[in-house]
């Protein structure tokens, strides 16, 4: 039997049969087709692994009605299940750990991953029984329980070779459900909402944005979009133009993914359409930089080449630039970049002209300096005599630290200095949100400007559980109170969101709803300086990259929930489920917002407004990092203390809970 192919015309297994036709098969027959797939240094060492895991299965799938599937493609992570059984109504998922005595804990994760990630989002597992399985072949016999949670994704069962058989008829008398068409199973769309770490990652191993993003009706416009974009390069090359692109979307919509994906494609230096990715969140770039080069690294020692992680850093440093070094480049050389094409995430984040003078005179010895950063960033690229192109991904209310200019000063820059620039904005970059203002209404005056529905991301991609989490929390700080209870509503089903106010209960119910290595971390405003007395004191300084990528073993990672990461070290990045911490620095008073920064010994009003936009934005971005659920931590404010009053927290925490949010009891 041939292995099954799906619909977009790949194979997503190595070998797929009925098991029939499996335990008929020769070994060395089955190892023959599995090793066309396999690289040259991948195969002797996978050879070994195979045939054991083969004449297990022919020892115990005799008498089994069902398929068998190897080397199963699961592509947000990419990775390949061992071995998928598909019996009866149950799909089980195998992980082998040949030779092993002991039931590894990395192991167990990965198999439970393994189920969770075929359970959210490979369209013919969302209604059906998925069992992971570790077999540890020379381990005692493990946990042979089966227990399954609401979704009906079972915990990791551990066995060993001897007891498997034993394993697969215990799980099957357990389960109910029609008989599962074994093909349609495998052939069924596989519709990923991949982290930004994640799909960067597989966009740097070269695969595409196709291979790790869904397309469904609701979020095809990511396709969309990369695609609209890859045309206007293209003709900006053609033509002799200079392009400058403006792309929205709401919160985790997948803005970065597709500047990821751009740079991705045109990576190679050597090509005149060379691009670069270019953000100012630090975090961000610390982060994905750490990601790649710890995954090529690892990718690379297991082909058993020699390499360090030094070597390997290089060429991601290229891949992804910090947009102010990119900027200094530009004042010590006169000559235009080497890249042709450049992608500015978080655009809206640049500095304005008061903020740029400042650096410029205290940092490069430059008083006088006149240009705001959007300007002085077009002039660089202006410097090329042919063509250029530069798109800017524009976050809607992301604005959180003082200087950011927002999208009008690249929108006034073109409009005043590059009236030869061609303008293309994403249609909804009039929203409120994105703050353009009078300035977008002059560009629209322009022959210049060009207007696209496909320049925005209307769906987040971040929750995949409730694509409406945005929708929600923008009504909840707009203080539309029915509008948010609609909101809630509807994702509360899918999206958890729970009230606390014992922070203890908050941790434990974010570490229960955990499963596999789903990263769960502790959030809080920058401005939250009360919440010591609950043992988070933002003061703390948070490596992001320690925060992301480490794993449970160490203090330093998000899993310790002890500390508290903010809005600067998380905006751009995301978390499966979140404890956001609420201090009174934000407070609702009845019908609107009271801001407060806490100097001295006591908190006092924030007058200014762009600052009051700041902490907004602030809880915005700490109550949207989350793409499973999340939980929101009110303190009970202490009597004794004038510093925590009660009545600082208790008007917010009701107004939450009257939004319909349950709390913890």
Request: glycine letters at 6%; charged letters at 25%; proline letters at 3%.
């Amino acid at each position: 039997m041939s292995s099954v192919v799906s619909n977009s015309g790949f194979a997503r297994s190595w070998y797929g049969a009925a098991i029939g036709d499996f335990l008929a098969s020769d070994a060395n027959e089955i190892l023959g087709k599995l090793s066309r797939h396999a690289g040259d240094g991948h195969f002797s060492d996978q050879r070994d692994a195979w045939l054991a895991q083969i004449d297990l299965l022919h020892t115990q799938l005799k008498g089994l009605d069902g398929w068998v599937f190897f080397e199963f493609n699961i592509p947000r992570m990419g990775r390949r299940v061992d071995v998928i059984l598909v019996l009866g109504s149950v799909i089980f998922a195998l992980e082998f750990k040949v030779g092993e005595t002991t039931y590894d804990r990395a192991a167990i994760e990965q198999v439970w991953d393994y189920a969770l990630d075929l359970k959210n989002f490979h369209e013919a597992s969302h209604n059906v029984a998925i069992a992971p399985i570790l077999v540890a072949t020379e381990a005692k016999a493990g946990v042979g329980n089966f227990e399954a949670d609401a979704d009906n994704v079972y915990r990791p069962v551990l066995t060993n070779a001897d007891k498997l058989r034993e394993t697969l008829e215990l799980g099957l008398r357990l389960a109910n459900g029609s008989t599962l068409d074994a093909q349609a199973w495998a052939r069924a769309s596989y519709r990923p909402t991949p982290t930004i770490i994640e799909a960067a990652r597989s966009l740097y191993a070269q695969h595409s944005v196709e291979a790790i993003a869904r397309f469904d009706a609701g979020a095809q416009n990511l396709h969309t979009t990369s695609k609209r974009i890859e045309e206007l390069v293209d003709k900006a090359r053609s033509t002799g133009q200079k392009f400058i692109c403006f792309v929205t979307g709401v919160p985790g919509a997948g803005k970065t993914l597709v500047g990821l994906n751009i740079a991705t494609q045109r990576r190679d230096e050597k090509a005149p359409t060379h691009a670069v990715f270019l953000s100012g969140n630090g975090p961000l770039v610390a982060v994905l930089r750490e990601a790649l080069t710890r995954d090529e690294y690892f990718r690379l020692k297991a082909q058993k080449k020699k390499v360090t992680k030094k070597k390997i850093a290089t060429p991601v440093k290229a891949f992804i630039q910090n947009v102010h070094h990119f900027r200094d480049a530009g004042l010590t050389d006169e000559k235009a970049p080497p890249e042709h094409v450049v992608i500015f995430d978080e655009a809206q984040r640049a500095w304005n002209s008061q903020m740029t003078a400042n650096f410029m005179k205290r940092k490069k010895g430059r008083p006088g300096f006149t240009q705001s950063e959007p300007e002085f960033l077009i002039s660089y690229m202006d410097r090329h005599q042919d063509w250029a192109v530069i798109i800017c991904l524009v976050g809607g209310g992301q604005e959180i630290n003082t200087g950011e200019a927002g999208i009008s000063a690249w929108l006034n820059a073109v409009i005043e200095h590059f009236p030869h620039w061609q303008m293309f904005i994403s249609s909804r970059l009039h929203d409120s949100e994105y703050a353009a203002n009078n300035s977008l209404k002059l560009a629209q005056r322009t022959a210049q400007t060009h207007q696209e529905d496909s320049l925005h991301l209307a769906v987040s991609m971040r929750s995949f559980r409730a694509e409406n989490v945005s929708g929600f929390v923008k009504a909840l700080l707009d203080c539309e109170a029915n509008a948010a209870r609609e909101a809630f509503a509807e994702l509360s089903a899918r999206f958890p969101i729970v009230l606390a106010r014992d922070l203890d209960k908050a941790k434990a119910w974010v570490r229960s709803r955990a499963r596999g290595s789903e990263r769960f971390g502790l959030l809080a405003s920058s401005k939250a300086m009360r919440l010591k007395p609950h043992a988070v004191d933002i003061r703390v300084d948070v490596d992001p990259v320690h925060y992301f990528l480490n794993d449970r073993n160490d203090v330093r990672s998000s899993y310790y929930l002890e500390d508290a990461a903010t809005e600067f070290q998380v905006q751009g990045l995301e978390l499966d489920w979140t404890c956001v911490t609420w201090d009174a620095d934000f407070r609702f008073n009845g019908s609107g917002w009271n801001y407060h920064d806490f100097r001295g010994s006591s908190w006092n009003n924030i007058k200014n407004t762009d600052n009051r936009n700041y902490l907004r934005n602030a809880y915005r971005v700490l109550l949207t990092r989350a793409r499973q659920g999340m939980v929101v931590f009110v303190p009970p404010g202490s009597a004794s203390d004038p510093t925590r009053s009660p009545t600082f927290y208790d008007s917010t925490f009701d107004y939450l809970k009257e939004l319909g949010i349950p709390e913890l009891v």
